[in-house]
């Protein structure tokens, strides 16, 4: 059974930094490709960041600069250091397994909110 848990999100004022967390269990994390996603109030969700097996990374280009993924693939964890928040990033921060092949599923966590004031 998949699962993706994250963690780490919550209410920071702009200008401030949080790291989310997303652990996964019931896969072979170190082979999948692994991404963050958000959705704001209103908005549809949309890609903030992904890191693949090799560690490759690709970022919304709003983002670069502010936002890191990493992972960590011995705690199956893979991670979002988001520095100089501002209240625009406020948003829930979903992770996503992604696939390898077209007939694999999509796995996705339940998110965790990220509140950024003013």
């Known amino acids: 059974q998949v699962q993706l848990v994250e963690s780490g999100g919550g209410l920071v004022q702009a200008g401030g930094s949080l790291r989310l967390s997303c652990e996964a269990s019931?896969?072979?994390?170190?082979?999948?490709?692994m991404a963050w996603y958000r959705q704001a109030p209103g908005k549809q969700r949309e890609l903030v960041a992904s890191i693949g097996s090799g560690r490759n990374t690709n970022y919304a280009d709003s983002l670069k600069g502010r936002f890191t993924i990493s992972r960590d693939n011995a705690k199956n964890t893979v991670y979002l250091q988001m520095n100089s928040l501002k209240p625009e990033d406020t948003a829930v921060y979903y992770c996503?397994?992604?696939?390898?092949?077209?007939?694999?599923?999509?796995?996705w966590g339940q998110g965790t909110q990220v509140t950024v004031s003013h």
């Open positions: 019931g896969i072979r994390f170190s082979i999948y490709a």
């Open positions: 996503k397994r992604a696939k390898r092949h077209a007939y694999d599923n999509e796995y």
